[in-house]
């Protein structure tokens, strides 16, 4: 056991931190460290930059253009990229359609679709939950019929972020007899946003910010080439994938800059004559939570490690979807009781960047609560933290 | 001892009740928080007809008797419709001040007028350094000839979208964390000199930023003697935390029957999520923390009336009690009820926010359980 | 609603503290206040005691001789007891077997074994608990069979409370067919513990203590005299008594006496220069068990005030239950935090009067552990935190 | 990075794991906590034999290598079967004080004949009056010609009952919680003088009372230089607090894995108690608090054999996660065990009583939380 990096690894620290230094747009940057909105366009442009670095796909088979790295070199680039401010690549095209289509795609589907993805030349979105199944798939109701060289949709899918900007969706359909009440009967499809019959509903979150949708399908046809693999192997598709998705969903560089600004602004913000550092039982639970992170890093780099040896992250990975999420929750209401009463004021639109009026509150003060508001999501989607100790109970203790 | 309702206290209680349930529902409120001013004057009137608002006032002033068993009662209930009118930082916050500063004159001229409904109020008390410290104040007021000058910024001033006339807690005297040198001064929303910027505040209340430029306001404005009202805030400030404890009472009660019914109905893998007992020992910790609650503020109230009077440790117990039950209850909920739960759409995250907001009002859950610990 | 003792509670309290200061024995509070081992003797003539001055009945019908009390009172009672360090009585005669004898016996029974118990002339122990049935009391094991005018008792009863004091137990047992596996085969009987055919196992505690028992039942004929009611009532005779149990195992007063203690003490136990009670971290633990133990307190007093009126406790009781087990076991951890280094030594032995070895640390500091680990049980019996919840879900949530 | 255990890693963690599986089983280990020794000579001279006595130790010493990693897997597989014997008090505490201050002619006397099993030893450090502060020493040593004069009190010295030889924490200069002025002398624990009381400790381990009147030892019984040695002391005392954080996580994973056992024959109305969801979710909550101990523990031993070295933080972070977890799996393995799980005869109460004391070992939860965040 070692926790040095080795000489390449600190060669490849230095490139990481001269890419980000040079290529991360300036004015990304302060929007963010601002607290300001960032646009698609900021987004795909970031996006774009990776790619021509080559640094798009970091999990991808290096036939289809991913990086090849090691566990290590994945993990200084995710801390690099994190202190840096920078924001990982949206999720929904690289990694998580990307991961399916590579694995389970045709020839024809890999070269269509895996091309402009890595390019972020489309933005996806996915169409898993719907509104009488949330943690449960395996009781979807979208139907997928075969017409065909057509499956013709119906249902409605909801939860799906940013479908707004979506161009494409990929969805987990039923395909089976209407009696099948199981796994067996689910499909995985990608469908074009632009298809006639397809409309969206905003939903607003607590925050007020529209982020997530509706999207109903009203005989939607689509082409069967666009299904993905076998019919009513969907599921085992997704879940394959979900397994993946929970080790990214542990968050551990977003919860550390996070937390390292905390650590950083408490001592500016002012408590009568002290700060809130003078606080101890502020500076307690601060340290807790550093603590728990600390312990959650070293939980993701055992499993990355462990993944490297060919071991697909197993249901352990769980643990890190479950703490994650409440880690960052914990820090999340820590801004809060640190803003104090500016917790209060809901002023969303001087984050906006042509605001002109009086500024509430110092700093992202007043974005604290809303931020907590809505981060309260993370527990519950991706698979909710009950269903993840469900996994746990099941999968590793054998209850 | 005595643990229950008198024959008044139940008939408030009913009325407000039956009130909320048939006049207030989740569809209103987002009318209400929705519309600029901050608050329905319509609710506000019929609240005034009823007789609500003379409830933290003396009787010799005209009012219902200022019991604290009283207000809480009468918070539960708001609290389980999350009503937004100020009634809070009016009527209890400003108006208490002047009931308990204010010379005959004054509670003549304001009183009144607060308990018709006619009259809108806010007590301009925090500043950006100030947190929840009560005895630091920046803001400053000189005397010249008959006038105080007044200068600085209060912060998340509750009503002050709305409030007509203000209660500013200024430093008359001394360094800015003395607790001597702290008096109030009535001040007019309008006058010369005074600049506002207004807004919601997360849990849909109306608040307002305050900047103090030279504003000049006659020495008759001042609340009570010059330079020993550290007293009189805190007192006041207690009783608005006794009014939110009790809020939030009402509110986890409606969040965790909410949760119960809502966990009974939907259905995942084939059964209600009700029938999942890692949930139900979760709702049952929710009962506990809500009886825990309800049981703490009524022995804040009860000591408050005591013969023996204001008991600010009892004040800040409950507080401490009622923040964490909020958090848990608040949280929970949201868990519970999923992905909906986030959402604006339900009433859920409502109240959520509301009991969020109330945790962190007048002082923090560990505020108040260090103050516990010192006083 | 009105916290205020009246003219005539006022005096009551004047009357019961006069009563402690001159009647409970100085050398029985002197050893509790030092944390010495107490004696059968010593609890029996403290409760002969309580018995002459006709304050051992404090929830009993007048008409059996109890007190009369109202809720007040007995929180007056409570209070005092606890602050003059007085122990509450035994509760399995007083408080335990005596309400199923005097609402469900005949008068007969009541006559016979009433006086004895009110008078603390008979020692009683409860078998309710078997080896394979915890909180399930409902699946018991131990037969009583009838035979002419006799039961013949086999089984074995556990957790025993100090049996090898008892003189008298009253037990579950099962009357009905061996088919029969629910509460409507269960009945009430009383045994004699000198009847041929009982024998006792002692259980050693977790602090080395011989504190509870196995009582093994073998062909034991019990007079059919002895059963309460009717046959197959037991089960419902005893949760009428457990909901009872419920609200004094909440225990308000020691807990109180425990934290007071606590909070004196820690000025005099040394950190370094300081001493505990500049540790912020640990005050701000014993403020949050002050605040909860507040609310318990007035939780309780809720409670009292509805039986007053006429209403049985009902399943809210659970509550006091649980949070009342759990607040009395933070106290217990803070001790074992307090005493530092001096948690570890397992000196039992200096706490008997004549002892005469180094004494190892100060006070009741190598106590604090033994006492935490042996107060674990308190939240696994009289039904355990665990079916207490199940309670409040079932008949409190209607889950 | 590499996660991965090395050879001799691999195959030291074979030797401890299959020896305490076979060896040391729950029977063996009451005896020997029921013996007047305080350990097993027998079990310690295997120990020998194994090699385990040398981990501790720097190979110029003649020692394995003083890596913390190879501590802590050992460590861990001792904690599975909460082995009793003085392995930490007398090697990693004593033994760690005399490799670090030790002249050539004090390391030659003392570490062989640790490592060969003939000497035991304890150090002495705690008083009455210290809790965890190591720098708080009213125990005073004064020199007089060529010999020290000890006198004070030495509070709870692991393996006191059967330490020959003692590393006296004493004060030569300063004040009582000076920093400076703090130095090491080695002690016969026979020499006139000294007198002791001897004990188990909760957990079952041998440690005694110290009392020092007018000791007296050689000078060349100073260890290291007079007046400087409480970093060295900190250094020892971290290095044990890593090992017990070690044994903690051993332990955990044998409660975890007994409680999952148990439930699942553990039959309650008519099922499994395992078939309890509200049970399930809280064997997760302990498995998920074990693999963060697991976690925690690596990164701190990683990062004191790093190469920038010793990391008081990373130990502190350490102590104050396992201290956590230990807590909660300990309390919740005894109430899922329920009544037998407070009983003396079963191992789980065993177990609970060690990670118990565990917690409250050099430095209670509370306070490396408050060392993390402060250095």
């Known amino acids: 056991m070692n926790i040095d990096f080795t000489e390449e690894e600190l060669i490849f620290q230095k490139e990481v931190r001269q890419f980000l230094d040079n290529e991360f747009p300036a004015d990304m940057k302060e929007k963010i460290s601002k607290g300001l909105e960032t646009s698609k366009e900021d987004t795909v442009n970031w996006q774009q930059i990776l790619y021509r670095k080559g640094w798009a796909g970091v999990n991808w088979p290096v036939e289809y253009g991913g990086t090849g790295w090691t566990p290590t070199q994945k993990y200084i680039w995710d801390q690099e990229r994190s202190l840096a401010l920078a924001p990982d690549v949206v999720p929904f095209g690289l990694k998580m359609v990307a991961p399916v289509i590579y694995s389970y795609g045709n020839e024809e589907q890999k070269e269509r679709f895996l091309p402009d993805i890595l390019a972020s030349n489309v933005w996806w979105c996915q169409g898993y939950s719907e509104p009488n199944a949330g943690s449960d798939l395996a009781s979807l109701k979208t139907t997928a019929v075969r017409d065909g060289e057509e499956y013709v949709v119906n249902g409605t899918k909801t939860w799906t972020t940013l479908a707004q900007l979506a161009d494409w969706i990929f969805c987990l359909v039923r395909t089976g007899a209407s009696g099948v009440k199981n796994q067996e009967a689910i499909s995985f499809l990608l469908i074009d946003m632009k298809t006639p019959g397809i409309s969206l509903s905003p939903i607003i979150m607590l925050d007020g910010e529209h982020e997530i949708n509706e999207v109903h399908f009203d005989n939607v046809r689509v082409p069967a080439d666009n299904l993905i693999g076998e019919e009513g192997k969907g599921w085992t598709y997704a879940k394959v994938l979900l397994t993946h998705e929970r080790t990214g969903i542990a968050d551990v560089g977003r919860s550390k800059v996070s937390l390292d600004a905390l650590k950083t602004r408490c001592h500016a913000v002012a408590d009568g004559m002290g700060t809130m550092a003078d606080d101890q039982s502020f500076m307690n639970k601060l340290a807790e939570v550093e603590i728990d992170l600390l312990a959650l890093e070293f939980a993701e780099l055992r499993t990355l490690a462990a993944v490297s040896t060919g071991a697909a992250p197993g249901p352990e990975s769980s643990i890190l979807k479950v703490k994650g999420t409440v880690i960052a929750q914990l820090i999340d209401e820590l801004e809060v009781e640190m803003a104090g009463y500016y917790s209060q004021p809901f002023v969303r639109e001087q984050f906006t960047v042509d605001y002109d009026g009086d500024f509430i509150g110092t700093g992202t003060a007043t974005s604290a609560a809303p931020a907590y508001f809505n981060h309260r999501k993370t527990s519950i989607y991706g698979g909710s933290n009950e269903v993840q100790k469900n996994i746990i109970c099941k999968f590793v203790l054998g209850l | ?375």
Chains 1, 3 share one sequence.
Not at chain 2, 25 to 37: G, L, M
Not at chain 2, 249 to 271: D, I, S
């Open chain 2, 1 to 375: 001892m005595d643990f229950s309702l008198n024959e008044e206290q139940q008939m408030l209680q009913d009325s407000v009740s039956k009130y909320v349930a048939q006049d207030y529902d989740f569809e209103t409120r987002k009318a209400i928080v929705a519309d600029s001013e901050g608050y329905s004057k319509t609710h506000w009137q019929n609240f005034a007809e009823l007789g609500w608002l003379t409830v933290p006032f003396l009787e010799e002033d005209g009012g219902f008797g200022d019991r604290a068993v009283d207000l809480t009662v009468m918070m539960q209930e708001f609290g389980k419709a999350i009503v937004v009118e100020p009634y809070i930082a009016s009527l209890v916050m400003a108006g208490g001040a002047v009931s308990a500063a204010g010379n005959a004159a004054q509670k003549e001229a304001i009183l009144g007028a607060l308990m018709e409904g006619s009259l809108q109020m806010a007590l301009a008390f925090a500043e950006p350094d100030s947190r929840y410290r009560l005895n630091h104040v920046a803001t400053t007021a000189t005397q010249s000839d008959s006038s105080y000058i007044i200068n600085g910024q209060k912060s998340v001033v509750l009503n002050g979208g709305a409030a007509q006339q203000l209660v500013v807690v200024v430093r008359t005297s001394g360094e800015v964390a003395d607790k001597s040198g702290i008096s109030l001064l009535l001040v007019d929303a309008n006058s010369k000199g005074v600049r506002k910027a207004a807004y919601r505040t997360v849990d849909g209340f109306n608040a307002a930023e305050f900047y103090f430029d030279n504003v000049e306001v006659s020495e008759t404005n001042l609340l009570g003697t010059e330079g020993e009202s550290l007293a009189v805030l805190e007192r006041v400030i207690d009783r608005a935390t006794l009014a939110v404890c009790a809020e939030a009472v009402g509110a986890m009660q409606v969040l965790l029957n909410k949760t119960v019914e809502y966990t009974k109905t939907r259905a995942q893998f084939g059964v209600p999520i009700s029938s999942f007992q890692a949930l139900q020992h979760r709702m049952a910790d929710m009962y506990i923390e809500y009886e825990l609650s309800q049981s703490i503020l009524l022995m804040a109230a009860m000591k408050v009336d005591a013969a023996d009077g204001y008991d600010p440790r009892a004040i800040s117990a409950a507080k401490s009690r009622i923040g964490k039950a909020a958090r848990l209850i608040g949280q929970e909920a949201v868990q519970l009820h999923g992905g909906v739960g986030v959402t604006d759409e339900l009433d859920v995250g409502h109240y959520f926010k509301r009991l969020t907001a109330i945790q962190f009002l007048f002082g923090s859950t560990d505020h108040h359980t260090r103050r516990f610990q010192q006083i």
